[in-house]
Every structure is written in structure tokens, then in C-alpha cells.
């Protein structure tokens, strides 16, 4: 069964940089579309970039210019740059296919913290 494993997360201080990386298995990654999401504590899941198999991208009012989403087909790897970190972006994040059809059971997520 194909898994997305999802890393990088951390303490970080605000203003601070962080790189995520979701790692998924099997032949047919590069064909999807792919999203990252995040969830804060007591929140609901919420989309916060997508990329397309053709790396088109799109992103969240909350973190357009901040956040960069891009995709390495070779690796089956879709990763997330932070950058200008704030407080409210802490979430656990997750990634998975873009398409509700098309979506994968959720990872264990990586946790981000953004804390001075």
C-alpha cells in the first residue's frame, strides 16, 4: 500500500526557516497532485499549498510569499519551505494527495512549533 511519510518539523523561533519533506512510495507519484495541510490544536485540518504533477502551484492567503511547495518526481518527494515563520503556523503538517478521491490514509504528520 503506497504510505507518505512526512519529516523536518521542529522548534523553531519566529522569523525562523524550516524545510518539510513527505516521502511517498510506489510508481504512480508523479502523476498526482499533492497538497500540504497543517492542524493546529483544536482546529480543523486545513489546506496549505498544493502542487500540481506539472508544478503548478497554489498556497493559502496565510502563508502566500512565505511558503514555497515544490516536488522532486526522481525521489517521490514533495517538500515544504518555510520561511518568516510566526506562532500561528504551529500545526502538525501533513501531506497527501491533493483529489478527496484520490487521497491516501493521513501519515503521523510532523510536528512544527513556533516559539521564543
Known amino acids: 500500500q503506497v504510505q507518505l511519510v512526512e519529516s523536518g518539523g521542529g522548534l523553531v523561533q519566529p522569523g525562523g526557516s524550516l524545510r518539510l519533506s513527505c516521502a511517498g512510495s510506489?510508481?504512480?507519484?508523479?502523476?498526482?497532485?499533492m497538497g500540504w495541510y497543517r492542524q493546529a490544536p483544536g482546529k480543523q485540518r486545513e489546506l496549505v499549498a498544493t502542487i500540481t504533477s506539472a508544478s503548478s502551484t497554489n498556497y493559502a492567503d496565510s502563508v502566500k510569499g512565505r511558503f514555497t511547495i515544490s516536488r522532486d518526481n526522481s525521489k517521490n518527494t514533495v517538500y515544504l519551505q518555510m520561511n518568516s515563520l510566526k506562532p500561528e503556523d504551529t500545526a502538525v503538517y501533513y501531506c497527501?494527495?491533493?483529489?478527496?478521491?484520490?487521497?491516501?490514509?493521513w501519515g503521523q504528520g510532523t510536528l512544527v512549533t513556533v516559539s521564543s
Open positions: 497527501n494527495r491533493r483529489l478527496p478521491t484520490s487521497r491516501l490514509p
Open positions: 510506489g510508481s504512480s507519484f508523479s502523476i498526482y497532485a
